[in-house]
């Protein structure tokens, strides 16, 4: 299935004040990763439409593009980023 996913710094959820409902917003050390996985973290409607709000969501890996991402987060209810409507997630930029 398709995802749309959004580019973003590790430090977005700081700037726009949004933590996650479930798990964590990306972090500093998410932009540098060596070695493991890349993490993404879904929006409430990727959750959704993607994972049927599974709870054990966390951790998982789905690839993208190929590669795989671990899901470290879930944002909440009619977060949507700075986006008219939302991805289905967001992955550091790097």
Request: net charge positive.
């Amino acid at each position: 299935r398709r995802m749309a996913i959004t580019l973003v710094t590790s430090r977005f959820f700081q700037v726009v004040r949004i933590s996650p409902v479930v798990g964590r917003a990306l972090m500093p050390t998410d932009d540098a990763r060596s070695g493991g996985n890349a993490v993404i973290v879904l929006s409430h409607k990727g959750w959704d439409r993607h994972f049927n709000r599974d709870p054990n969501v966390l951790g998982r890996t789905v690839l993208v593009n190929g590669a795989p991402f671990e899901i470290v987060g879930v944002t909440a209810a009619g977060f949507r980023g700075l986006e008219v409507s939302a991805p289905d997630a967001w992955a550091p930029l790097s």
